[in-house]
């Protein structure tokens, strides 16, 4: 069952190989390769076959998991499920909207570190545009709002590099996402009448509080895996009780803590939410407003001549820019 994000209202069936199956994702254009030597031959949808066969070596083990016979699971199983984790954290839009945001963001502080109402009144009278004064200052403010054009880059470069940052780099001794994965300890949440859903963004990096959640400072990640099972990995060290989530070694806790992930997983789904035709684990559940990239007002110096704020860039919540 696909359930829209934006309207939970709206569902439908959809056979489980062509739910959130988007043609040409990971496509790459034979024009966009650098050398001609490489052309010859290229399959433009190579890397989605090349995926199809990473995943196949994966299914074994994820079979053992969600059939729940987990002492048959061994060191290659925990390594092909750090592997599956890491390929669905970067498999979807919100992971690139997260690159062209931080490009977008690294570009526009760089202008805007070279730019002064001299230099928007000569880019304005070069491209024929009005340039009095008050013409550069408003193209200055406009450049430094929210309305700075995206910088998107091709999708080849974003393949690529969602690649390097699952499975890491070889040629740079990178282990990509695995490295904030392999040190945690992993755990099955096994609900007792809860059922688990999933969603076209289905691994949640979580910290407690409301900041920024990276890679590396997340203290669960967890997977949903089937309609009775999600992995965690936690952090060894993170209480979650002292935290706010439910303790897995209270007897209720787990379908607690199912009711807690799928609120998260739901909303952050980019398109759609999954669950099992026979279940409903949306049912009465209030999402939030997207999140939405922007500028938080994080912190602010005044002295007698001039007022000094420090913003984040970042995925603020509830969609409003501060």
């Given at each position: 069952?696909?359930?829209?994000?934006?309207?939970?209202?709206?569902?439908?069936?959809?056979?489980?190989?062509?739910?959130?199956?988007?043609?040409?994702?990971?496509?790459?254009?034979?024009?966009?390769?650098?050398?001609?030597?490489?052309?010859?031959?290229?399959?433009?949808?190579?890397?989605?076959?090349?995926?199809s066969?990473?995943?196949?070596?994966?299914?074994p083990?994820?079979?053992?998991?969600?059939?729940r016979?987990?002492?048959?699971i061994?060191?290659?199983?925990?390594?092909?499920?750090?592997?599956?984790?890491?390929?669905?954290?970067?498999?979807?839009?919100?992971?690139?909207?997260?690159?062209?945001?931080?490009?977008?963001?690294?570009?526009?502080?760089?202008?805007?570190?070279?730019?002064?109402?001299?230099?928007?009144?000569?880019?304005?009278?070069?491209q024929?545009?009005?340039?009095?004064?008050?013409?550069?200052?408003?193209?200055?403010?406009?450049?430094?709002?929210?309305?700075?054009?995206?910088?998107?880059?091709?999708?080849?470069?974003?393949?690529?590099?969602?690649?390097?940052?699952?499975?890491g780099?070889?040629?740079?001794?990178?282990?990509?996402?695995?490295?904030?994965?392999?040190?945690?300890?992993i755990?099955?949440v096994?609900?007792?009448?809860?059922?688990?859903?999933?969603?076209?963004?289905?691994?949640?990096?979580?910290?407690?509080?409301?900041?920024?959640?990276?890679?590396?400072?997340?203290?669960?990640?967890?997977?949903?895996?089937?309609?009775?099972?999600?992995?965690?990995?936690?952090?060894?060290?993170?209480?979650m009780?002292?935290h706010?989530?439910p303790?897995?070694r209270?007897?209720?806790?787990?379908?607690?803590?199912?009711?807690?992930?799928?609120?998260?997983?739901?909303?952050?789904?980019?398109?759609?939410?999954?669950?099992?035709?026979?279940?409903?684990?949306?049912?009465?559940?209030?999402?939030?407003?997207?999140?939405?990239?922007?500028?938080?007002?994080?912190?602010?110096?005044?002295?007698?001549?001039?007022?000094?704020?420090?913003?984040?860039?970042?995925?603020?919540?509830?969609?409003?820019e501060?």
């Amino acid at each position: 069952m696909l359930v829209s994000r934006d309207e939970p209202s709206l569902a439908h069936r959809s056979a489980i190989n062509k739910a959130i199956a988007e043609v040409g994702f990971y496509r790459i254009e034979t024009e966009a390769l650098a050398r001609e030597e490489d052309k010859s031959g290229f399959d433009p949808e190579g890397v989605e076959a090349e995926l199809s066969k990473l995943e196949s070596s994966m299914a074994p083990t994820i079979q053992k998991l969600v059939e729940r016979r987990f002492a048959a699971i061994d060191d290659n199983d925990w390594y092909r499920l750090i592997q599956f984790t890491a390929l669905q954290t970067v498999r979807g839009h919100r992971w690139r909207s997260d690159v062209i945001a931080l490009i977008t963001q690294s570009v526009r502080t760089q202008v805007l570190d070279g730019l002064d109402e001299e230099k928007a009144h000569a880019a304005l009278a070069l491209q024929g545009k009005p340039s009095t004064a008050a013409d550069a200052a408003a193209f200055v403010e406009d450049l430094a709002s929210s309305r700075f054009p995206r910088v998107v880059p091709p999708q080849a470069v974003l393949v690529q590099e969602s690649l390097k940052m699952a499975l890491g780099d070889p040629e740079t001794d990178n282990r990509g996402l695995a490295q904030y994965l392999v040190g945690k300890k992993i755990e099955a949440v096994l609900p007792k009448s809860a059922t688990v859903l999933t969603s076209d963004e289905p691994v949640c990096w979580w910290s407690p509080g409301d900041g920024p959640v990276g890679y590396a400072t997340a203290q669960v990640v967890w997977l949903p895996l089937s309609p009775r099972l999600i992995v965690q990995f936690r952090e060894p060290t993170f209480d979650m009780a002292a935290h706010g989530l439910p303790d897995l070694r209270s007897g209720e806790a787990n379908d607690e803590l199912v009711a807690f992930v799928n609120r998260v997983v739901a909303s952050q789904a980019e398109r759609w939410i999954v669950h099992h035709p026979d279940d409903a684990p949306i049912m009465g559940m209030v999402l939030p407003a997207r999140e939405v990239w922007g500028d938080e007002l994080v912190a602010v110096r005044e002295d007698v001549a001039t007022r000094h704020e420090l913003y984040a860039h970042r995925r603020l919540q509830g969609g409003m820019e501060q």
